[in-house]
């Protein structure tokens, strides 16, 4: 990432004035979407506080709410060690937690999640872990009736490649599922309306404000449900999930 910096640099990244020599700057020599959206946010938020105005406002998007509600995640990991993080990280203190899953351990992790937690919101992230929708379906047939259950969505259980298995497994989950992995750049989101019931939009992978915002119109304009998402970044980063697009 460094040296890709330092290459944009060399390109002229640093005799950049305006928002608009930026885009078209970085569509010249576009790197890569963290890299991006680094530059990307980092001009928008020098821009704004020039301008005397909060990054949502240059941005031309709705003010953010004042609270918004956040999920954490529990990783895939041994059931037995499940107490001992949900202990550390002081989980109890989320309202809704996000559980990543897969076929071989996904059950004993939500049974040991919600024996600890019984009846927090949870977000199931399978991470394109299972192979089709039956076997999707099965695993929920089976952890529905796990006491204290209560699950929000169902993201991304299959690869993004099975839209056929999306389309025929959107109507026959009892729970919403949401896009990640197949929310790209190229995207059709006509066709992720038949698939799925919402989206999980990440700016590192949006590549920008501007980008995510496109993301963010084009899902609603289909009737998709909207969610924001990150990976492991800095808590500045964190912060323009929340201030500008939220």
């Known amino acids: 990432m460094q040296l890709e910096f330092t290459a944009l640099l060399h390109a002229g990244l640093d005799r950049i004035r305006t928002e608009g020599e930026l885009q078209e700057f970085l569509a010249a020599h576009p790197p890569a979407h963290a890299l991006r959206f680094a530059i990307e946010s980092a001009f928008v938020q020098w821009a704004a506080t020039e301008a005397g105005q909060p990054v949502w406002q240059w941005l031309g998007a709705p003010e953010p709410a004042r609270a918004v509600p956040t999920a954490f995640t529990l990783p895939i990991m041994a059931p037995g060690e499940v107490a001992e993080f949900v202990r550390e990280q002081q989980m109890a203190r989320f309202q809704i937690l996000k559980v990543k899953v897969n076929e071989e351990s996904g ?65 026959r989950s009892p729970w919403p599922l949401f896009a990640d992995e197949s929310v790209t750049d190229s995207a059709d989101f006509e066709a992720i309306a038949q698939q799925f019931h919402g989206v999980n939009m990440k700016l590192m992978k949006a590549g920008g404000y501007r980008n995510g915002l496109r993301i963010l119109r084009e899902t609603r304009a289909y009737g998709l449900q909207t969610m924001m998402g990150c990976m492991v970044e800095t808590s500045l980063a964190i912060w323009g999930h929340c201030k500008s697009v939220a």
Do not use: C
């Open 107 to 171: 059950y004993d992790l939500l049974r040991e999640i919600t024996r600890l937690l019984p009846g927090r919101p949870l977000i199931i992230d399978g991470n394109e872990a299972w192979k089709d929708a039956d076997a999707v379906l099965t695993f929920v047939e089976r952890v529905s009736p796990l006491p204290g259950l209560q699950v929000r969505l169902l993201e991304q259980p299959l690869p993004a490649t099975h839209a056929t298995d999306y389309q025929y497994m959107r109507s």
